[in-house]
Structure formats: C-alpha cells, structure tokens
C-alpha cells in the first residue's frame, strides 16, 4: 500500500514569493492533516480534514496560508506571500476515519521550506 | 506543544531500559498517542493509550494515568536504531515537543 505522498520534498523561495504543497493521502483514507514543524519541536497543527470539510483551521494563519481538499482526497497547501518565519518542515498526514477517538495518524515525508 | 511537557533530551546504553515521560494539561482527554521521528524523516505511530494501565507492543510499553495527566514510554534491551526523536500527543492532535533518545555502545 503506498503511503502519504508529498511534493516538493524541498523547495527553496525568497521572502514575499508564494508557494504550495501538495499532499496525497493513503487511498480510502478520510481524514487529512496538514502540520508545520520546526526544528526540534513537536508538529504544529495547522488544518483539519474530514473528507473535502475544513473541520478545524483555528491555527491557520488566514492572512497568508489558505488550504483545499477538492472532492475529498487530495490537498494543496498554499503560503502568500512566504515570511521568513515559514521556513519549516510541512507535514501531512491521513488518518482512515472521521471523528474516531484512536485515529493513528499516518505522515507523509513532508516539504522542507526555506525561505531567504 | 503547550501544555504537553517532556524531556529534552535522554542518552541510554545499548540493551538497557529507558522511560521517557509526558506529563499533559487537558480539558478533554480522549486519549493520548507516542510517535517515534528519526531524523529528517516523518513521525511513526508507536502507540496510543486511552484506559490507565500499561500497554506492552514488544520492546515497546506505554502507560498512561488520567488522573495525574501523566504517561510514559518504555524501551526495552535498547538497540542502536532507536535513536530518534519519541513525541506524546494528545488526541486533539496536539504534540509535545518530544524527547531526543540517544542510545550509546
């Protein structure tokens, strides 16, 4: 079974240009998370999916990242325009069930953004 | 993660024991996750506890107290590949800043 696929692995852009991640779940599985993790710190959560529903984006900073699940499967994460304080690993993980108390999360490799 | 604390940093010896703990401030628990992060690559599920008590998977134990907000994960004979970072989380997905384990010869 293939796991969480991202892309970029890495991506490298100047202050104030945009970028974007996307993510591809493990097949079937309903619920997607998008993380922003700096070094040596825990995965921050940032956004929510059960199926194409934003469920919780209370951490997502509004004013400059914008997310979407269209039909429910894949993600784009969008970041406009990038800060210097964005570098960070961007995660992204799926779970198989929607509002299921135990939901093991599955991650991704995640995009290792830098920005200059 | 706020309000999630664990240690640093830890060093063991290869074949020995070590305990990391995670002590958590929640208003809802719903059960808490370890996950285990090698460097440069993504978070792996260890474990999740959501009933006090000990969980045993192999080498690996978690334990877990509602009532003092307090989990631990137990490494057993310890191998050279366990060197990694070993984050608790709570069920509302948030994650402690996790514990850096290295293990020695």
């Known amino acids: 079974e293939a796991g969480v696929v991202q892309s970029p692995r890495y991506k490298i852009i100047e202050k104030k240009q945009p970028v974007a991640f996307w993510c591809n779940p493990i097949s079937g599985h309903n619920t997607l998370y998008w993380y922003r993790q700096n070094l040596g710190q825990g995965p921050e959560l940032l956004i929510r999916y059960e199926n194409e529903e934003a469920v919780d984006d209370s951490q997502l900073p509004k004013d400059r990242f914008s997310a979407e699940r269209l039909k429910g499967v894949d993600s784009t994460l969008k970041i406009q325009p990038a800060e210097l304080g964005d570098s960070a690993v961007y995660l992204c993980a799926s779970s198989p069930r929607v509002r299921q108390v135990d939901n093991e999360q599955f991650f991704g490799p995640g995009t290792r953004l830098t920005v200059l | ?105």
């Open chain 2, 1 to 105: 993660g706020q309000n999630i604390d664990q240690p640093t940093e830890m060093t063991a010896t290869e074949g020995a024991i070590v305990q990391i703990n995670c002590t958590y401030q929640t208003s809802g628990f719903n059960g808490l996750f370890w996950y285990q992060q090698h460097a440069g690559e993504a978070p792996t599920f260890l474990s999740y506890n959501v009933l006090d008590g000990l969980e045993e998977k192999g080498r690996f134990s978690s334990f877990l107290s509602r009532s003092k907000g307090y989990s631990y994960l137990l490494l057993k004979e310890l191998q050279m590949k366990d060197s990694a970072s070993y984050l608790c989380a709570l069920n509302d997905m948030r994650f402690g800043a996790g514990t850096r384990l290295t293990v020695k010869p």
